[in-house]
């Protein structure tokens, strides 16, 4: 069962990375999404420091 989650994990990470950086592929994303995508990493940098500068003695 261990085996299956990681095999199906493989293929879904793979799968999705090969999409966005095969450049033969017709993959085009919108304009309005390109916009969106660049607040994602200042987003997940936030998730990752504010707990931490914010929340005393790891209490969350």
Do not use: C, H
Not at 33 to 51: D, E, F, G, I
């Amino acid at each position: 069962m261990i085996m299956l989650a990681i095999l199906l994990m493989t293929v879904l990470v793979f799968t999705s990375r090969y999409l966005f950086l095969e450049p033969k592929l017709p993959l085009r994303l919108g304009t309005r999404t390109q916009k969106v995508l660049n607040y994602a990493s200042p987003a997940v940098l936030t998730a990752l420091w504010a707990p931490i500068v914010f929340i005393p003695d790891g209490e969350l």
